[in-house]
């Protein structure tokens, strides 16, 4: 499964968290300050449709509101199958140390 480099930062933020649900304020972190006070609007949107993917891909649960048009997500947690996804996510970032 493929996933872009902000669904495996949010993948990882939801497992290195103390708290179970996350809410979706600690992904904009993936941006720089600058960037994000910019174009805030357009990064909401692509962290919002980021999570909505992850939500189909199964590996996220979100918690919010629906009204007749749109979805608001607040909250997410780790499914299971995102779990173990994670810590793969993980695993991959760590470096293996040379042996000479």
């Known amino acids: 499964m493929r996933l872009s480099g902000l669904q495996k930062y949010i993948l990882a933020q939801c497992y290195s968290s103390k708290n179970s649900l996350c809410p979706k304020a600690n992904f904009y972190g993936f941006y720089l300050k600058k960037e994000f006070d910019k174009n805030k609007k357009g990064i909401q949107d692509i962290i919002h449709r980021s999570l909505e993917s992850l939500v189909a891909k199964d590996l996220l649960i979100a918690f919010g ?4 048009k749109k979805w608001f997500i607040n ?4 499914t299971p199958k ?4 994670a810590k ?4 991959q970032r760590q470096r293996k140390l040379p042996i000479k």
């Open 65 to 68: 509101r629906k009204t007749a």
């Open 88 to 91: 793969e996510i993980i695993k």
């Open 75 to 78: 909250k997410v947690k780790l």
């Open 82 to 85: 995102g779990k173990r996804a």
